[in-house]
């Protein structure tokens, strides 16, 4: 049976009216002009909020930072903890606060500690509770006045300008002026020999009634301690052959207690010989 042919009347489609061309360019044109706008708004919100969010982030890390100053630890002779503190923080170039629980910090402070010229070494670095931290530090001890004006350690290292000489043995003759900075070791082996000899002296509580004088005479250290002299010798593990180690020498001169105005020789090996003085 032949199939009806469908009256285009009957189509709902070509019943609708149809866009005008016009309309359908200013709903392009709306959507061009629109869309830039809502990205940039977007856009700005984001910025905004990730503002916020930073803000926010970096507020928290203040919670968690610490100022170099306020490490908790003894302080050298005649400086104030703070004092001692902003030399190290200055000498490392460090900032005025760290963060805490940055990964790096502690190597940071325990090298600025270790750098200042008063220390010997960093024994413990801890954060024991979060804001705080706490050294322990070994101070250089003061063992030999040289002149002019300066002072080393035991190990013949220079200590800073404002280091008291008081109550130290004076080196006597002339020395190398020193090319080392501060906490560096001072480049003359007549200023380590007399300030090792010193420090030896010094441990061991040899503390005669004045400090004295070290010196040399044809290359022998020479103690001159009021009117006693003490021919030493050789610079500490530098004896010669039939000469006493340093050890026994300082025993010998305990043990002789208060000397008196005589001329001391602890260098035989043989023991302590006692001569008037010339």
């Given at each position: 049976?032949?199939?009806?042919?469908?009256?285009?009347?009957?189509?709902?489609?070509?019943?609708?009216?149809?866009?005008?061309?016009?309309?359908?360019?200013?709903?392009?044109?709306?959507?061009?002009?629109?869309?830039?706008?809502?990205?940039?708004?977007?856009?700005?919100?984001?910025?905004?909020?990730?503002?916020?969010?930073?803000?926010?982030?970096?507020?928290?890390?203040?919670?968690?930072?610490?100022?170099?100053?306020?490490?908790e630890c003894d302080s050298p002779?005649?400086?104030?903890?703070?004092?001692?503190?902003?030399?190290?923080?200055?000498?490392?170039?460090?900032?005025?606060?760290?963060?805490?629980?940055?990964?790096?910090?502690?190597?940071?402070?325990?090298?600025?500690?270790?750098?200042?010229?008063?220390?010997?070494?960093?024994?413990?670095?801890?954060?024991?509770?979060?804001?705080?931290?706490?050294?322990?530090?070994?101070?250089?001890?003061?063992?030999?006045?040289?002149?002019?004006?300066?002072?080393?350690?035991?190990?013949?290292?220079?200590?800073?300008?404002?280091?008291?000489?008081?109550?130290?043995?004076?080196?006597?003759?002339?020395?190398?002026?020193?090319?080392?900075?501060?906490?560096?070791?001072?480049?003359?082996?007549?200023?380590?020999?007399?300030?090792?000899?010193?420090?030896?002296?010094?441990?061991?509580?040899?503390?005669?009634?004045?400090?004295?004088?070290?010196?040399?005479?044809?290359?022998?250290?020479?103690?001159?301690?009021?009117?006693?002299?003490?021919?030493?010798?050789?610079?500490?593990?530098?004896?010669?052959?039939?000469?006493?180690?340093?050890?026994?020498?300082?025993?010998?001169?305990?043990?002789?207690?208060?000397?008196?105005?005589?001329?001391?020789?602890?260098?035989?090996?043989?023991?302590?010989?006692?001569?008037?003085?010339?």
């Amino acid at each position: 049976m032949p199939r009806a042919r469908k009256d285009p009347a009957d189509d709902p489609a070509l019943d609708a009216p149809a866009i005008p061309v016009a309309t359908r360019s200013a709903r392009r044109w709306l959507v061009q002009l629109l869309l830039p706008l809502a990205l940039g708004a977007g856009l700005l919100g984001g910025v905004l909020w990730l503002g916020q969010y930073f803000t926010a982030r970096l507020r928290d890390a203040g919670e968690h930072t610490i100022a170099f100053t306020d490490i908790e630890c003894d302080s050298p002779p005649g400086m104030t903890r703070v004092e001692f503190l902003g030399e190290a923080q200055y000498l490392a170039n460090l900032p005025d606060r760290l963060n805490a629980l940055a990964p790096e910090t502690r190597q940071q402070m325990f090298d600025a500690l270790a750098l200042h010229p008063w220390v010997a070494r960093v024994r413990l670095l801890e954060f024991p509770s979060p804001g705080v931290v706490r050294a322990d530090l070994e101070f250089r001890r003061p063992a030999l006045s040289v002149p002019p004006n300066r002072v080393v350690d035991g190990e013949g290292v220079l200590l800073q300008a404002n280091a008291s000489a008081r109550g130290l043995p004076r080196l006597r003759g002339k020395v190398r002026a020193p090319v080392s900075r501060a906490g560096q070791l001072w480049d003359d082996p007549n200023v380590v020999a007399a300030t090792r000899v010193a420090a030896l002296l010094r441990d061991a509580g040899f503390h005669p009634e004045t400090p004295g004088e070290i010196g040399f005479v044809s290359g022998a250290i020479v103690l001159e301690l009021g009117k006693t002299r003490i021919l030493w010798g050789s610079a500490p593990g530098q004896e010669s052959p039939g000469e006493a180690r340093a050890a026994v020498k300082v025993q010998r001169l305990a043990a002789a207690g208060m000397l008196d105005a005589t001329q001391w020789d602890v260098r035989p090996e043989g023991g302590m010989s006692r001569a008037p003085r010339d």
